[in-house]
């Protein structure tokens, strides 16, 4: 006859006695729970660590920021980043500043986290310096490829309106393929791409060869059907000199482009400045690079342009194979055509594209740069 209800329960098997079970883990006794955490953190010899100190500095110092009182940071524009610091305006004053510590620390894909164009709020140190507490969410920004790093994004100029990609007729030619990777930056970056043709008056040069005349003439053919907006100028006779002032009026605008261009000369025939301009290296065809920081300048026809260093090379940031043809409309336009949906334009038999080529109803030029760059891509998918 059973005596209590603890014969009800059923008996625990002989193996399991001795071991501890999952109800053992659970028990409601919140003091004891307490008790060994309290134990634990007294044995705990982590918080000694290099590692664990930086951390705690880490959040002690966003703690910090957090408690800083809006009204104390000032927010301003940064117009340069030189030697002596990052050149931030303020109502009419230029401040030297720095980062925060917590901004330097941070690991990002950028290989700079501030460019010139950033709103940033900045705690004023001294009568002339500052520190960086925040970096405002940019509206557009130009970018590329890191050089040394293709897995690092390299900052060039941040919320601008439209990208002036500035080449020249000749001294240096003119490079096709070095302005469709601009043209794919700007738009992906958020901004809209101008092509300015410099150097105009030496069309009519004697030395000028024919080649190069023909090369300008097949090169406005191809980017008018490709509706970019292109605005030729020269600097010796004053030519497109008015349109340029016209649509940079009321704009954030960036100048970028190869060296010996002239850009920093358009700049000094726009403002009324005196930048150091350079020459072109006869022997090479390349300009020498005199601008050696991006800088902000404010117009007095309103909005301001940014002033870029001359570039030999323009790797495209986070661009994939799959993407490039929508940058280059009239190819994917005449693609639609083809008898195969997922037609390369390489190879394949009848294809509308190669056709179009053929026939001249395709510049040479853009396609010959939309192959370039395709291969690019796939070189620098095999480097990985």
Same mark, same amino acid.
């Given at each position: 006859?059973?005596?209590?209800?603890?014969?009800?329960?059923?008996?625990?098997?002989?193996?399991?006695?001795?071991?501890?079970?999952? @109800?053992?883990?659970?028990?409601?006794?919140?003091?004891?729970?307490?008790?060994?955490?309290?134990?634990?953190? %007294?044995?705990?010899?982590?918080?000694?660590?290099?590692?664990?100190?930086?951390?705690?500095?880490?959040?002690?110092?966003?703690? +910090?920021?957090?408690?800083?009182?809006?009204?104390?940071?000032?927010?301003?524009?940064?117009?340069?980043?030189?030697?002596?610091?990052?050149?931030?305006?303020?109502?009419? /004053?230029?401040?030297? *500043?720095?980062?925060?510590?917590?901004?330097?620390?941070?690991?990002?894909?950028?290989?700079?986290?501030?460019?010139?164009?950033?709103?940033?709020?900045? +705690?004023?140190?001294?009568?002339?310096?500052?520190?960086?507490?925040?970096?405002?969410? $940019?509206?557009?920004?130009?970018?590329? /490829?890191?050089?040394?790093?293709?897995?690092?994004?390299?900052? &060039?100029? @941040?919320?601008?309106?439209?990208?002036?990609?500035?080449?020249?007729?000749?001294?240096?030619?003119?490079?096709?393929?070095?302005?469709?990777?601009?043209?794919?930056?700007?738009?992906?970056?958020?901004?809209?791409?101008?092509?300015?043709?410099?150097? &105009?008056?030496?069309?009519?040069?004697?030395?000028?060869?024919?080649?190069?005349?023909?090369?300008?003439?097949?090169?406005?053919?191809?980017?008018?059907?490709?509706?970019?907006?292109?605005? =030729?100028?020269?600097?010796?006779?004053?030519?497109?000199?008015?349109?340029?002032?016209?649509?940079?009026?009321?704009? %954030?605008?960036?100048?970028?482009?190869?060296?010996?261009?002239?850009?920093?000369?358009?700049?000094?025939?726009?403002?009324?400045?005196?930048?150091?301009?350079?020459?072109?290296?006869?022997?090479?065809?390349?300009?020498?690079?005199?601008?050696?920081?991006?800088?902000? &300048? =404010?117009?007095?026809?309103?909005?301001?342009?940014?002033?870029?260093?001359?570039?030999?090379?323009?790797?495209?940031?986070?661009?994939?194979?799959?993407?490039?043809?929508?940058?280059?409309?009239?190819?994917?336009? &005449?693609?639609?055509? *083809?008898?195969?949906?997922?037609?390369?334009?390489?190879?394949?038999?009848?294809? @509308?594209?190669? /056709? %179009?080529?053929?026939?001249?109803?395709?510049?040479?030029?853009?396609?010959?740069?939309?192959?370039?760059?395709?291969? /690019?891509?796939?070189?620098?998918?095999?480097? $990985?």
């Amino acid at each position: 006859m059973k005596n209590s209800k603890q014969d009800d329960l059923p008996r625990m098997p002989k193996k399991w006695v001795g071991c501890d079970l999952e @109800a053992d883990y659970f028990k409601d006794d919140r003091k004891n729970s307490r008790k060994e955490r309290k134990l634990a953190s %007294a044995k705990d010899r982590s918080k000694y660590k290099k590692t664990d100190r930086d951390k705690r500095q880490k959040n002690k110092e966003l703690h +910090q920021n957090i408690k800083l009182a809006k009204e104390d940071l000032l927010r301003g524009r940064v117009l340069s980043i030189t030697p002596q610091g990052i050149m931030v305006e303020h109502e009419d /004053a230029i401040y030297a *500043c720095s980062m925060r510590g917590l901004l330097k620390k941070e690991k990002t894909q950028f290989k700079n986290l501030v460019t010139v164009g950033d709103l940033v709020l900045f +705690q004023r140190t001294d009568a002339q310096e500052g520190l960086i507490a925040h970096v405002e969410e $940019r509206y557009s920004v130009l970018s590329r /490829a890191d050089n040394l790093s293709r897995r690092q994004e390299q900052l &060039i100029a @941040a919320n601008i309106d439209q990208v002036l990609i500035t080449v020249s007729v000749v001294n240096p030619p003119l490079k096709s393929f070095l302005v469709d990777r601009y043209i794919i930056a700007a738009r992906k970056g958020g901004m809209e791409p101008v092509i300015v043709v410099n150097k &105009i008056d030496l069309l009519d040069h004697p030395t000028t060869p024919a080649t190069e005349k023909e090369l300008y003439k097949d090169f406005l053919h191809a980017y008018k059907a490709a509706q970019i907006h292109v605005i =030729p100028v020269s600097i010796v006779n004053e030519q497109g000199l008015d349109q340029l002032k016209s649509i940079m009026k009321n704009k %954030a605008s960036v100048f970028s482009g190869q060296s010996g261009v002239g850009k920093s000369s358009l700049i000094n025939a726009i403002t009324g400045l005196n930048f150091k301009v350079g020459k072109v290296v006869e022997k090479t065809k390349k300009g020498s690079h005199t601008t050696t920081t991006a800088k902000l &300048i =404010p117009l007095e026809f309103g909005g301001w342009c940014i002033d870029t260093p001359g570039i030999k090379s323009f790797g495209l940031w986070n661009l994939n194979k799959e993407e490039v043809e929508q940058y280059f409309p009239e190819i994917e336009e &005449i693609g639609q055509q *083809c008898k195969f949906p997922n037609c390369s334009h390489t190879h394949e038999k009848e294809c @509308a594209v190669l /056709a %179009a080529v053929e026939n001249e109803k395709l510049s040479p030029l853009r396609f010959a740069s939309y192959q370039y760059l395709l291969e /690019a891509l796939s070189q620098e998918h095999l480097r $990985r």
